[in-house]
């Protein structure tokens, strides 16, 4: 019994609000303007769906899982690198498909307080602003976002809102996101390992649950668009 | 009959005091610490060891303080502790006896020890008062068997998306004298779609002599066969202005080309090859990290400038590169995790353990050619970050209280 016990402590234990399916800290698919504690690493997998994500809405045919390592690399820098991979596309001179390299910058430019939000400038994919890609290379998923987030707690409710504008930047062009996005994070206070996600991001509405396991695992649970499933999860580890 | 008393006193303080030393180097012994040298001078009491045991310096040093704290007695005030590295003094740590017993058994905070403790890497002045004290367990003359991995990769073409060249690297090195090692790392090829090499060979069969000058100057000269196939002269000097703070490096390599084939048949051309750069390393000590530039010559003959940011996680490296020459660019990063035991076996006259670091360059974009040069094993001067003060301090707020 006492294991049993032991087990839903360690369930109880952590906090909500983890990797997007990106593979930087945010909701869903949007990103937010908080950043894990300096030197948080994590490691993820994450399942993007054929007609929702920026590959494929590029008239791809296949399903994409990415993988990434994310790094707080300063308390006010995250860095992400990501492969993504598309499930069933074969390697080939046929094919000529290549898994996709992103290397992610994110600064947080202020800290959220009492009254203000948490500011943050994101790179994402920024293989066009090294001019690496070449004319027409693979920038399938950049995007230069600002984005902030403002947590606020009503009873034993804690519901975090985020809202951000990506655009067009150097000579990276903005895929991921168009536009405006946003999201909220709702958990309760008696639950704080479980969190709801609602979003826009910029092209559809999405909606997932995301779950925390012995403040080191994060399982992320959702639908794109509310008909087409995504799933990630995460390790993080702190040095 | 007072003259008497005062005698008897002082003998008795006299030999507590050397019975205390002699207890203290005989657990640091019993633990597996090297080069170890004690005496007392005016209530303080200088200890001298290598930590050749604990894979982390900053480990190694708070296991020397624990013990320092449980066998030295209140007839010492001060302690100083010279680390060393290949007999070779690197960093001195001062502290009060009284608030280090304090702190170790929890009785204080961290801020509260931190704050009358000091480190630094001038170790002239502390180094000179060892002179002709007795070394107890020396660290020269015993094999040391380090078996470590290397990864070399780049990504290919549609047929072979990612291009490795992976090997085990068994490696025989030992310390001859202060700072001289003699060393030899064999790769044996577990896979390789990458080079032309696809058999088991040496990769570096080197003597190396590390040198600490005045005022906080490091020189190091290898000579031997490296990694690339390049035999030679390679020498790197090192000068430290603001403690760890502020570094200017030089580094010069006299190598040519050769190699020993699959069938042991000796291949090799005559032409030399000159590298050569000099560069300024900042660090910003809140942060641990490097911010580094440096001008040269590389291995392919092209000239340019490298720049780099690289944080240390204590024994964890992680960092960012770019480098541009007359050949052309590469962006990437970088990272050195350790392997697996935060503690090895004693030193003895052979032991086998795991390898020091495993290191992994990823280019971005560019070549790998760019900015290229080659590997000369275990580097005295790269190592010293662990030794660095702020590093060692820092690490010993997680790792010494109780």
């Given at each position: 019994m006492k294991y049993i016990y032991l087990l839903f402590f360690l369930i109880l234990m952590g906090s909500v609000k983890g990797q997007s399916l990106t593979g930087t800290k945010g909701l869903l698919h949007v990103p937010t303007a908080e950043l894990y504690p300096d030197k948080t690493f994590a490691i993820g997998a994450s399942f993007l769906p054929l007609p929702y994500m920026s590959y494929s809405r590029g008239g791809e045919q296949y399903d994409a899982y990415a993988t990434y390592v994310t790094a707080t690399f300063f308390p006010w820098m995250e860095v992400m690198f990501r492969y993504t991979h598309q499930i069933g596309n074969e390697v080939n001179p046929i094919t000529q498909y290549f898994p996709d390299r992103m290397l992610t910058v994110r600064l947080r430019l202020l800290k959220e307080r009492k009254y203000t939000p948490a500011v943050l400038f994101g790179l994402q994919d920024m293989s066009g602003a090294f001019a690496t890609a070449g004319p027409g290379g693979a920038v399938n998923y950049s995007a230069t976002y600002g984005v902030i987030t403002k947590n606020f707690e009503w009873q034993q409710w804690q519901v975090g809102v985020s809202a951000g504008y990506a655009f067009d930047f150097l000579d990276m062009p903005t895929i991921d996101y168009k536009g405006l996005f946003g999201g909220v994070s709702i958990s309760h206070k008696s639950l704080k390992n479980v969190g709801l996600l609602l979003e826009h991001d910029s092209e559809t509405f999405n909606a997932g649950v995301e779950l925390f396991l012995f403040n080191r695992l994060q399982l992320l649970l959702g639908a794109a668009n509310f008909d087409a499933p995504v799933a990630g999860i995460s390790y993080r580890y702190s040095l | 009959?007072?003259?008497?008393?005062?005698?008897?006193?002082?003998?008795?303080?006299?030999?507590?005091?050397?019975?205390?030393?002699?207890?203290?180097?005989?657990?640091?012994?019993?633990?597996?610490?090297?080069?170890?040298?004690?005496?007392?001078?005016?209530?303080?009491?200088?200890?001298?060891?290598?930590?050749?045991?604990?894979?982390?310096?900053?480990?190694?040093?708070?296991?020397?303080?624990?013990?320092?704290?449980?066998?030295?007695?209140?007839?010492?005030?001060?302690?100083?502790?010279?680390?060393?590295?290949?007999?070779?003094?690197?960093?001195?740590?001062?502290?009060?006896?009284?608030?280090?017993?304090?702190?170790?058994?929890?009785?204080?905070?961290?801020?509260?020890?931190?704050?009358?403790?000091?480190?630094?890497?001038?170790?002239?002045?502390?180094?000179?008062?060892?002179?002709?004290?007795?070394?107890?367990?020396?660290?020269?003359?015993?094999?040391?068997?380090?078996?470590?991995?290397?990864?070399?990769?780049?990504?290919?073409?549609?047929?072979?998306?990612?291009?490795?060249?992976?090997?085990?690297t068994p490696e025989l090195r030992t310390v001859l004298g202060k700072g001289l090692t003699a060393s030899f790392e064999y790769h044996t090829r577990v896979a390789n779609d990458l080079t032309e090499y696809n058999y088991s060979s040496p990769n570096v069969l080197k003597a190396s002599q590390d040198i600490r000058l005045s005022e906080n100057k490091f020189l190091s000269f290898n000579f031997g066969y490296f990694s690339s196939q390049r035999f030679g002269l390679n020498v790197r000097y090192i000068n430290y202005?603001?403690?760890?703070?502020?570094?200017?490096?030089?580094?010069?390599?006299?190598?040519?080309?050769?190699?020993?084939?699959?069938?042991?048949?000796?291949?090799?051309?005559?032409?030399?090859?000159q590298i050569y750069s000099a560069g300024l390393t900042y660090r910003i000590n809140k942060f641990d990290t490097d911010i580094s530039a440096e001008y040269g010559k590389y291995l392919e003959f092209d000239i340019g400038y490298k720049v780099s940011v690289q944080r240390q996680f204590n024994e964890v490296f992680i960092g960012f590169f770019f480098t541009k020459t007359n050949s052309g660019e590469n962006l990437g990063f970088n990272f050195q995790v350790p392997f697996f035991g935060n503690k090895y076996l004693k030193p003895n006259r052979v032991r086998v353990r795991p390898g020091d670091q495993f290191i992994l360059d990823y280019n971005y974009s560019g070549s790998n050619d760019v900015g290229s040069t080659y590997n000369t094993g275990e580097n005295f001067q790269n190592n010293l970050k662990e030794f660095y003060p702020q590093v060692l301090k820092k690490s010993l707020k997680k790792i010494l209280a109780q």
């Amino acid at each position: 019994m006492k294991y049993i016990y032991l087990l839903f402590f360690l369930i109880l234990m952590g906090s909500v609000k983890g990797q997007s399916l990106t593979g930087t800290k945010g909701l869903l698919h949007v990103p937010t303007a908080e950043l894990y504690p300096d030197k948080t690493f994590a490691i993820g997998a994450s399942f993007l769906p054929l007609p929702y994500m920026s590959y494929s809405r590029g008239g791809e045919q296949y399903d994409a899982y990415a993988t990434y390592v994310t790094a707080t690399f300063f308390p006010w820098m995250e860095v992400m690198f990501r492969y993504t991979h598309q499930i069933g596309n074969e390697v080939n001179p046929i094919t000529q498909y290549f898994p996709d390299r992103m290397l992610t910058v994110r600064l947080r430019l202020l800290k959220e307080r009492k009254y203000t939000p948490a500011v943050l400038f994101g790179l994402q994919d920024m293989s066009g602003a090294f001019a690496t890609a070449g004319p027409g290379g693979a920038v399938n998923y950049s995007a230069t976002y600002g984005v902030i987030t403002k947590n606020f707690e009503w009873q034993q409710w804690q519901v975090g809102v985020s809202a951000g504008y990506a655009f067009d930047f150097l000579d990276m062009p903005t895929i991921d996101y168009k536009g405006l996005f946003g999201g909220v994070s709702i958990s309760h206070k008696s639950l704080k390992n479980v969190g709801l996600l609602l979003e826009h991001d910029s092209e559809t509405f999405n909606a997932g649950v995301e779950l925390f396991l012995f403040n080191r695992l994060q399982l992320l649970l959702g639908a794109a668009n509310f008909d087409a499933p995504v799933a990630g999860i995460s390790y993080r580890y702190s040095l | 009959m007072m003259k008497n008393i005062l005698f008897i006193f002082t003998l008795l303080i006299s030999f507590l005091v050397s019975s205390q030393e002699n207890n203290l180097i005989k657990a640091l012994h019993e633990d597996g610490f090297e080069n170890l040298q004690s005496f007392t001078a005016a209530e303080t009491l200088y200890l001298s060891y290598e930590n050749n045991r604990y894979r982390f310096q900053g480990r190694g040093l708070a296991e020397v303080l624990k013990i320092a704290s449980k066998e030295v007695s209140g007839l010492v005030k001060d302690l100083v502790v010279l680390i060393k590295y290949k007999d070779i003094p690197v960093t001195v740590v001062k502290t009060d006896l009284e608030t280090l017993k304090k702190y170790v058994s929890g009785a204080v905070s961290y801020e509260a020890w931190a704050i009358q403790a000091s480190f630094s890497l001038s170790t002239d002045k502390v180094y000179a008062k060892f002179e002709g004290q007795e070394t107890v367990n020396s660290s020269f003359y015993k094999a040391d068997i380090p078996v470590g991995v290397n990864l070399e990769y780049a990504l290919g073409d549609f047929t072979d998306g990612v291009k490795i060249d992976l090997n085990l690297t068994p490696e025989l090195r030992t310390v001859l004298g202060k700072g001289l090692t003699a060393s030899f790392e064999y790769h044996t090829r577990v896979a390789n779609d990458l080079t032309e090499y696809n058999y088991s060979s040496p990769n570096v069969l080197k003597a190396s002599q590390d040198i600490r000058l005045s005022e906080n100057k490091f020189l190091s000269f290898n000579f031997g066969y490296f990694s690339s196939q390049r035999f030679g002269l390679n020498v790197r000097y090192i000068n430290y202005v603001l403690e760890e703070r502020l570094a200017f490096h030089m580094n010069y390599g006299l190598t040519q080309f050769a190699y020993l084939n699959e069938d042991l048949e000796l291949k090799y051309n005559t032409f030399e090859r000159q590298i050569y750069s000099a560069g300024l390393t900042y660090r910003i000590n809140k942060f641990d990290t490097d911010i580094s530039a440096e001008y040269g010559k590389y291995l392919e003959f092209d000239i340019g400038y490298k720049v780099s940011v690289q944080r240390q996680f204590n024994e964890v490296f992680i960092g960012f590169f770019f480098t541009k020459t007359n050949s052309g660019e590469n962006l990437g990063f970088n990272f050195q995790v350790p392997f697996f035991g935060n503690k090895y076996l004693k030193p003895n006259r052979v032991r086998v353990r795991p390898g020091d670091q495993f290191i992994l360059d990823y280019n971005y974009s560019g070549s790998n050619d760019v900015g290229s040069t080659y590997n000369t094993g275990e580097n005295f001067q790269n190592n010293l970050k662990e030794f660095y003060p702020q590093v060692l301090k820092k690490s010993l707020k997680k790792i010494l209280a109780q």
